[in-house]
């Protein structure tokens, strides 16, 4: 129904942000991570999603797409609710989520208030099926994407890493490789490149 809102901070609270939009002020639901980029007083956009219940009807919004895109893919998973996506996208970010699925780090994903082991355990479980079910080739990884030149020389692990992390936030298998296109990802981390093309991309 929206698909943005934009206007000034009219104020801050915890995981609440105010947005005055054209005289109307709304309550946007939101993550520590889109609360640390806004200023009271100065314009913001937030990227929408409306959550509509039995009893109730809440805006979530996020400072970018990337963030939105994580929010509804854990609203996917069985058992998680917005409070929990929005707890889990608190502690993690877009890319960082992305790792911890790849890598099973459930140490990571515990972290987020009222988010527990079996929690942990079920986005994980839940968000890999989803990249097994996305790739051309359940499970071979990097051999589903043909690497660019420019990462030839890159380890295979590190490519499946990053490969998996992009799968995870969407990214189609083209779209990967075109993405990966020019990068040197041989002198970065598996985060930082998977940063790299979450800021060079508009998804």
Do not use: W
């Not at 520590?32 to 979530?60: I, K």
């Not at 690497?147 to 969407?170: E, Q, R, S």
Request: glycine residues 10%.
């Amino acid at each position: 129904m929206f698909y943005y809102i934009e206007g000034a901070v009219a104020a801050l609270d915890k995981n609440l942000a105010v947005i005055d939009a054209g005289g109307v002020a709304f309550a946007v639901n939101t993550t520590v991570n889109t609360l640390s980029r806004l200023r009271s007083g100065e314009r913001a956009r937030l990227y929408t999603y409306l959550n509509v219940g039995e009893n109730a009807m809440d805006l979530y919004g996020f400072y970018d797409l990337s963030e939105k895109r994580c929010f509804e893919l854990l609203l996917g998973v069985s058992g998680v609710g917005p409070k929990a996506a929005l707890s889990v996208l608190s502690v993690c970010t877009p890319e960082s989520l992305a790792m911890a699925v790849v890598t099973e780090n459930e140490k990571m994903l515990t972290a987020a208030p009222g988010v527990g082991k079996r929690g942990a355990q079920r986005i994980i479980l839940e968000l890999r099926d989803k990249i097994a079910k996305e790739m051309p080739a359940a499970g071979s990884g990097a051999a589903a994407f043909p690497p660019p030149a420019a990462v030839a020389g890159v380890p295979g692990k590190k490519l499946n890493d990053i490969t998996g992390a992009l799968a995870v936030l969407g990214y189609a298998p083209q779209e990967i490789t075109a993405a990966l296109h020019g990068l040197d990802i041989e002198s970065m981390s598996v985060e930082e490149a998977v940063k790299a093309v979450l800021k060079g991309s508009v998804k």
